[in-house]
């Protein structure tokens, strides 16, 4: 039996690409490990949208150099957005790489692995697949519980903000019929699954593929979710583009409650002259009207953004006017970049012109407001009841009592919360009533109310295994 270790870096769609990645490698009868010295396979799947993953990556297979030495029979595999950007090159750029493989050729990888293990050179396979785009299905595993899951309902891009590689690195846009992504949405919640995140590039403006209009029709997609699969607890979507925000989809908050009461809507930033030169396709008010429309449709709504500092030309007013934006809508989560330079992408003939220091000061200082909002945010919950979909064990270490063990899933916005529960008791997909007690700076910590759940929500196969098993995947 060959065993595999795989290390994701990047986005949600990387870790979505990771699992079936297991799937394809555990259908082929490869079984997973944690310890690299006893794996036959060790795959990188990449992401390529900044310059330091690039470096990461590198550095982090060349730690493998001495094991690869020792071990001749091990592949290396490179998969993501990396793979894809820079495909047969790869190979000769890192002499420990025997495979390169695109995210549309993930179900050939055993046969590539094969391939080296028997002899062949390093091979790679980048192929869009935009003839006839496949949508990797979950296999439900009931030796392997979960609570969340991800399904893609389109790939690929073709905004073409002129910062980002991803049209590049994952092709033009791929949409999902409804059917498929239904019917794989239903075999999750019948496996225990309990909260799905619809995933795409710009998950709202999806369409069924052959919609010759093209218009979002994103909103009727969850209301069918919502219809055909009432087993489901919450549906989430990473990543709306702003300009897909319809009235329908504001609608659509306001009418169901399975939506949570927050979205990730990624702004890039909030003057209308780094906007238009980004090709963002809104202005700053634009934006403004739906955050203040979604906060509307829905009490207590909150949103987290995406900004990037230090684009080419980004001026102080530039900059004080994403600040301000930050400060206006008031997100719960701020996740910032420094611009980073991208091959292929047209903002590359503006040069890199705010200097390495600037765009750090204006990292920082976003960074202050954006810590500043949050912490109001979560200071305004204590004393408040939420409803937490507990995940599993928590990250955070915290002072627990004795015999109980810490416990975290996320309220119905999107709070990571922790528990203290007796030891012993599995809850992973209950959904607790939580009394907020504490705030840390990125999460908070509550006392469920009396009495502690039985362990009945998870399917009976899930519940026997008492702990979700989980494999090795590391996001950084
Ligand atoms: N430089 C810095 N940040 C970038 N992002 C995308 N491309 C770049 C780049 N070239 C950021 C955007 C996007 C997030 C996933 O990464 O904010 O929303
Ligand atoms: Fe990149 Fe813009 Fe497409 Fe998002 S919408 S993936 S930022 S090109």
Known sequence: MLRYLIQTFGCQMNVHDS??????????????????ELADLLLFNTCSVREKADHKLRSMVGTFRELKERRRDLVIAVAGCMAQQRGEALLSEIDLVDVVIGPDNIPELPELVRHVRSGG???????????????????????????????????????RCTYCIVPYTRGAERYRCADDIVAEIKTLCAGGVREITLLGQTVNSWHEPGDSGGESRFAALLERITREVPELWRLRYTSPHPRHVTDALIDA?????????????????GSDRMLRLMLRRYRRQDYLDRAQALRRA????????????????????????TLSLVRE??????FAFKYSP??????????DTISEELKSERLARLFEVADELQQRHLQSLLGTTLQVLIEGPSKS?????????????????????????????????????????????R??????????????????????????????????
């Open 342 to 351: 991208r091959p292929h992408t047209p903002a590359l003939r503006l040069g």
């Open 298 to 321: 829905r009490s207590g709504f909150t949103l987290s953004t995406d900004i990037i500092v230090g684009f080419p030309g980004e001026t102080h007013a530039d900059f004080e006017a």
């Open 19 to 36: 699992r079936r990645i297991e799937e394809v490698l555990y259908a082929r009868g490869y079984e997973a490990t944690d310890a690299p």
């Open 329 to 334: 809508v008031g997100f719960s989560g701020v």
């Open 253 to 269: 908050h306001a009418r169901l409650a399975v939506l949570p009461a927050h979205v990730h809507l990624p702004v890039q930033s």
């Open 443 to 476: 999460s908070l910590v509550g006392t469920p109310l009396e009495p502690w759940p039985e362990v009945a929500s998870m399917p009976a196969s899930a519940a026997k295994s008492k702990t979700a098993v989980r494999l090795p995947l590391m996001v950084t």
């Open 397 to 441: 270490a915290g002072a627990q009592p004795a015999n109980c063990v810490r416990v975290s899933g996320r309220s119905e916005r999107h709070e990571i919360v922790h528990v203290d529960a007796p030891s012993g008791l599995d809850l992973s997909g209950q959904l607790l009533e939580v009394r907020i007690d504490q705030a840390y700076k």
């Open 121 to 159: 050179p390093p091979i790679a396979r980048t192929v869009f697949d935009m003839d006839a785009p496949s949508f990797l299905t979950a296999q439900v595993r009931p030796e392997r519980p979960e609570v969340c899951a991800y399904v893609t309902v389109m790939k690929g891009c073709d905004e």
